[in-house]
């Protein structure tokens, strides 16, 4: 039997689409705090406002095996701090297009680990659609998409890094949220992520202060790409399988193309918006094809039900 649940391709979409509007937030911060800085303190508003949950989020955790023990301590420590920090060193350690190029593979380590820790299976007509959305966001991504040059060791090794924990967050989440509760994922999330911020920021030497005259834009990146797209991202894993979870998170480049050029003043190139049509239509076909049809593209083995004593999502 496959998951249990309508199809959420579309809100792991329309969650992805909210972390494109990440730009408006973030490139003002950038010019006034280093990045260790600013994911220090995206996480530390988030934990806040998500204090009251703290309790029960952590007794989930303690109600875990450690399976998914591990699976928490690598999504809030590796996913959610450390990725972002390894991406953002990319860029400072070589060419702006190197660390592009390579997160583009993230639905394919996605894609393989689904298969090897969460037993999906996926079925051929999955790539009729993977294949022209990663095409589509490759051209999206670069003016020139035949003229990329990957050339320096350091910063690929640091996106490859990147994108792996970024798709391992795909697939453990997906495992997590067929057990927590969403608030429960996304409490767990943060408040493991905080330490992990803390000590990037202290490894490299950002200061902890930021100035009053940045924190609303610090609260904006905190609540609307961060905490809301989250919370909504784990609400949609519940039901959507992580192979196609993946290629729903290609919404991403297409809202920030939309940013780009609406927002901040930027163009597109002929085939960026040739590619920008391909990743909106494969993404919106493929939530039509899963919605609309029973033999699904990606199916997951169903979920056995732990005895009500190890329940995860109890009350407190």
């Known amino acids: 039997m496959a998951e249990t649940g309508r199809d959420r391709t579309w ?13 408006l937030w973030r490139m003002p911060l950038a010019t006034t705090l280093p990045a ?22 952590w007794r989930a955790f303690a109600a875990c095996d450690l399976r998914e023990r591990m699976a928490v301590l690598v999504i809030g420590g590796g996913s959610s701090a450390l990725a972002t920090a390894l991406f953002t060193a990319a860029f400072q350690a070589g060419d702006p297009v190197t660390p592009l190029v390579l997160q583009k593979l993230q639905p394919i380590f996605a894609a393989l680990a689904s298969l090897v820790l969460l037993g999906e299976r996926i079925r051929g007509r999955y790539f009729a659609f993977a294949v022209p959305a990663l095409i589509g966001a490759w051209m999206l991504a670069f003016p020139e998409p035949l003229d990329i040059r990957v050339s320096q060791v350091k910063p690929a090794l640091l996106a490859v890094g990147a994108a792996v924990l970024w798709a391992a967050g795909t697939v453990l989440g997906r495992m997590l949220s067929r057990r927590m509760s969403t608030m429960e994922v996304t409490t767990l999330r943060f408040s493991v992520g905080l330490p992990t911020a803390a000590v990037i920021l202290l490894a490299k030497g950002d200061p902890i202060t930021v100035g009053w ?7 904006l990146l905190a609540l609307i790409p961060g905490l809301i797209a989250l919370s909504l991202y784990y609400l949609g894993l519940q039901t959507t399988p992580a192979a196609r979870a993946t290629l729903a998170e290609l919404s991403f ?3 920030a193309a939309i940013i780009g050029v609406g927002v901040l003043g930027e163009d597109l190139t002929a085939t960026q918006w040739i ?4 990743v909106v239509a494969m993404v919106a076909g493929m939530s039509w094809h899963e919605r609309t049809t029973r033999s699904k593209m990606v199916t997951a083995p169903p979920v056995s039900p732990r005895p009500a004593e190890h329940t995860i999502t109890r009350s407190l």
């Open 253 to 255: 480049p297409a809202t």
């Open 11 to 23: 809100l792991v979409a329309l969650a992805t689409a909210m972390w494109g509007t990440d730009a």
């Open 275 to 278: 590619g920008f049509l391909l």
């Open 213 to 219: 005259g940045n924190l609303p834009g610090l609260l």
């Open 36 to 57: 260790g800085s600013v994911v220090f303190w995206e996480h530390l508003i988030i934990v806040l406002l998500l204090s009251p949950f703290l309790v029960r989020a």
